[in-house]
């Protein structure tokens, strides 16, 4: 079984925006869907989205993953950015 923080750690090495604006990253198995949960949490402010098992497993090789890169950009935008309070 694939260990959520390797998946953590190659999200956050894969997309290095996250780590230069703070956010943390969690995953965790979502067993009602058989997808991994990966939350984004920044001062309170937080997201969710799904990764699907071979996303995940993609991430693990340095293949990035657009769908959650997206969500990566929107949270940092929303929550960092806009608000000119993120460290860049």
């Known amino acids: ?5 390797a ?3 190659a999200i956050t090495t894969l997309y290095p ?3 230069r604006h703070g956010v943390d990253i969690i995953v965790a198995d979502d067993p009602a869907t058989g997808d991994w949960l990966v939350t984004m949490r920044r001062e309170g402010n937080s997201l969710s ?8 497993e993609e991430c693990l090789e340095g293949i990035q993953c657009a769908t959650l ?7 940092i935008e929303a929550y960092c ?8």
């Open 7 to 9: 998946i953590a750690q």
């Open 81 to 88: 950015l806009g608000k000119g309070d993120c460290p860049v």
């Open 49 to 56: 989205t799904h990764l699907a098992k071979k996303h995940a």
């Open 17 to 19: 925006e996250v780590s």
């Open 1 to 5: 079984m694939t260990d959520p923080k």
């Open 69 to 75: 890169g997206i969500q990566i950009g929107r949270f």
